[in-house]
């Protein structure tokens, strides 16, 4: 693991069983876990967490990708082996999405945040409202409005690089993209999210760690609670099908809108 001064602290973080970062950290990378894997959202627990914690905002979103990344891997294997991911144009996704993401990465150190934080909300308040005024919306397959080559690569492109460069709300997008353009039940929709986002998550921290901008041992640890998260979580999905995917999908759509005005409106 990089010393305090190469991932940019000013002092170290004591991570021993003595603190209370010990316990409530991987504690919000089991919360995150399981929340993400049924409806996406997780790092709206696990980022201001890390934050929170003491670490400067660039080693908090690189050890946060790492915790969601071990715990997404998981997540998208249990989805996978219940038969709710196709292979049909997964690779294109997967390529377009890692290919963005790095790119978002990059990009987040350059440029500011400031229009995003501003736009996204209202997309995500269009996302909730049609959600709740669809009741039976992923309960079975619907109409196919684009091919999945096509899909993939303009979703991956376009979200890719948006969960490199900010990623609040990316698994909702994917999702609804997955049910409204692909026609996919909700399981199979939030089976294809998981992959697509642990694509972002990797990519994403191949920039971070390349840059020294990961703090492994905090990461490992969550990324460990993560895990067990995440697969109760999604196992819970699987089994409890798509009216129970819409009930926490709405929860977290709707918290997400609540912290990104609340950031809008006070930063």
């Known amino acids: 693991m990089p010393g305090a001064a190469a991932i940019g602290l000013a002092r170290p973080i004591d991570f021993t069983p003595a603190t209370n970062a010990f316990w409530i950290l991987p504690a919000a990378g089991f919360a995150a876990g399981f929340i993400d894997s049924i409806?996406?959202?997780?790092?709206?627990?696990?980022?201001?967490?890390?934050?929170?914690?003491?670490?400067?905002?660039?080693?908090?979103?690189?050890?946060?990708?790492?915790?969601?990344?071990?715990?997404?891997?998981?997540?998208a294997a249990n989805y996978a082996r219940r038969g709710c991911v196709s292979s049909e144009g997964l690779a294109t996704g997967v390529v377009w999405t890692g290919v963005a993401a790095f790119a978002g990465a990059w990009c987040v150190s350059r440029l500011s945040a400031d229009l995003l934080v501003r736009v996204v909300p209202w997309l995500l308040v269009a996302i909730f409202v049609y959600v709740l005024a669809s009741p039976k919306v992923g309960e079975a397959r619907g109409r196919v409005r684009l091919s999945?080559?096509?899909f993939n690569s303009l979703a991956g492109a376009v979200l890719g690089f948006y969960d490199g460069f900010f990623g609040p709300g990316t698994g909702s997008f994917w999702t609804m993209g997955f049910v409204l353009l692909l026609g996919y039940p909700l399981p199979q929709a939030t089976g294809h999210t998981k992959v697509m986002n642990l694509t972002s998550n990797i990519a994403s921290l191949a920039?971070?760690?390349w840059h020294g901008s990961v703090f492994w041992t905090l990461g490992v640890a969550m990324g460990a609670a993560n895990i067990v998260g995440a697969l109760l979580g999604s196992h819970l999905a699987i089994r409890k099908g798509a009216g129970f995917i819409r009930g926490a999908f709405l929860v977290v759509v709707g918290l997400t809108i609540a912290?990104?005005?609340?950031?809008?409106?006070?930063g």
Request: charged content about 5%.
């Open 39 to 75: 409806a996406g959202g997780g790092g709206m627990i696990s980022l201001p967490a890390l934050l929170a914690s003491g670490l400067p905002p660039h080693v908090a979103l690189g050890t946060n990708k790492l915790q969601s990344a071990l715990g997404t891997t998981f997540s």
């Open 148 to 150: 999945v080559i096509v």
């Open 207 to 209: 920039w971070f760690a």
């Open 259 to 266: 912290r990104l005005l609340w950031r809008a409106l006070t």
